[in-house]
């Protein structure tokens, strides 16, 4: 099993941007696929994010490509979530979530993730 920790919400006003960490603990972080994923109130939880296992391929959500990167660190047992140009419908809890993943290029589906972190507080004011 994996423990999973956020990092890096805040507070930031429209345009600015922030970086996101989660950090793994407890099993090879390199087994997991890792991914970010978003609920604000009132909505469902969106998929921002994932990244496969060796970090060579990623994918974004319609409403963040361009301006949000995600990576990670194997070494480091942590995975990233660049966010750039930020606006107010970003506003949300974000929550790093992994996934044991058996290729290590192939990006899961959303439904494949079963580790979650506590969710960090993203707040962009207009």
């Known amino acids: 099993q994996v423990q999973l920790v956020e990092s890096g919400g805040g507070l930031v006003q429209a345009g600015g941007s922030l970086r996101l960490s989660c950090t793994a603990s407890?099993?090879?972080?390199?087994?997991?696929?890792m991914g970010w994923f978003r609920q604000a109130p009132g909505k469902e939880r969106e998929s921002v994010s994932r990244i496969s296992r060796n970090g060579a391929n990623a994918y974004y959500g319609d409403s963040v490509k361009g301006r949000f990167t995600i990576s990670r660190d194997n070494g480091k047992d942590t995975v990233y979530l660049q966010m750039n140009s930020l606006k107010p419908e970003d506003t949300a809890v974000y929550y790093c979530a992994a996934a044991e993943a058996t290729l290590s290029s192939t990006i899961l589906p959303p439904q494949r993730y079963n580790y979650w972190g506590q969710g960090t507080q993203v707040t962009v004011s207009s």
């Open positions: 407890g099993r090879t972080f390199s087994s997991y696929a």
